[in-house]
């Protein structure tokens, strides 16, 4: 099923006079997740906009062309109505955690109080989503006292209790060291493992090899390529527009260059190590 399916998509902010996205076609189907990529600049926070309705809802500039979630055109959505299908988590974690409660616990039980849920209902699914995302030792902790890493997993949880079917992740590691970032992925393979769709915004290519299902490639407002994330981070093409290949790509790509036929570019530690097993067997190794 498709979820989101944009057409011809053409927009401009209300200041300045290029458009900032261009022609975008794109269609997400459900329970996928979808790595947009692309330089500084390039216009995926603004699709990411588009795609929870902030374009045209709050920013409103000029936009052709056909956004539809649910097969319903975003404009005919109430904002409101959006954010309850549609998560939205930030780059920055400190700018989404409220500021206004004293335990993660509450923190993480804010936006269902703001919608009116019954006190009981709000206990039991703050309880459940601190256990499906491990995090019962954060709980009872301040939440301005977190590293990066904790913030944003506790945001991302303040995100998920609202059970939104798809979640929009732009650069949601960019602030955070290494334990942090993988700490936000395990996240996120939950929620893929939960069937949600995803529609994430990194800029660390080896995680895209490992969790994305597509690539979407954009360059100053375009979608210059975009497929499966074996077809598009196996092809150099894709260092043109400024963004890198995974290690192992390139070294497969190096090889089959050099006559060493293997049978498909790897992506990944494991992939690899598939890959160079088939060959050397083909050279009658055994490894
Ligand atoms: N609120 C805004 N008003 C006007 N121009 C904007 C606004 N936000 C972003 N832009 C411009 O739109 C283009 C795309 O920006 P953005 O979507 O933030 O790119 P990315 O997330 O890929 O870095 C940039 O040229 C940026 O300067
Ligand atoms: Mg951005």
């Known amino acids: 099923m498709d979820i989101v399916k ?44 588009v795609i929870r309705g902030f374009i045209p809802h709050f920013h409103h500039g000029e936009l052709k062309g056909e956004v539809l979630i649910y097969d319903k055109d975003i404009r005919e959505y109430e904002l409101g109505e959006l954010a309850l299908k549609i998560g939205f988590v930030f780059q920055n974690p400190y700018t989404q955690i409220s500021g206004v409660k004293d335990t993660v616990f509450e923190e993480i039980a804010y936006g269902l109080e703001n919608l009116g849920v019954e006190v009981e209902t709000i206990r039991q699914k703050v309880a459940e989503v601190i256990q499906l995302l491990g995090i019962e030792y954060l709980q009872d902790k301040n939440p301005q006292e977190l590293s990066g890493g904790q913030k944003q997993r506790v945001a991302l949880a303040s995100i998920i209790v609202m059970e939104p079917d798809i979640l929009v992740i732009d ?107 088939s060959w050397l067997a083909t050279k009658g190794v055994k490894v």
């Not at 900032?20 to 979808?34: M, R, S």
């Not at 893929?192 to 299902?213: F, M, P, R, S």
């Not at 196996?234 to 192992?248: F, H, I, K, T």
């Open 6 to 49: 944009i057409k011809d998509l053409t927009y401009k902010y209300p200041i300045g006079d290029e458009n900032v996205l261009k022609d975008v076609n794109l269609t997400i189907e459900k329970g996928k997740l979808y790595a947009l990529v692309g330089s500084n600049g390039s216009g995926k926070t603004t699709l990411c906009n």
């Open 171 to 277: 650069e949601p590691t960019s602030q955070l060291d290494p334990q942090g970032t993988e700490e936000v992925f395990k996240i996120i393979e939950i929620m893929k493992q939960k069937g949600k769709t995803i529609i994430l915004v990194e800029h660390k290519i080896e995680l895209i090899a490992e969790y994305a299902d597509h690539v979407v490639l954009l360059q100053d407002g375009e979608i210059v390529t975009q497929g499966k994330t074996k077809d598009i981070l196996s092809d150099e093409r894709a260092m043109n527009y400024g963004v890198p290949l995974p290690q192992y790509a390139i070294l497969g790509i190096e090889m089959k260059k050099k006559g060493i036929n293997l049978q498909q570019i790897p992506l990944t530690e494991n992939e690899s190590v598939a890959v160079m097993r």
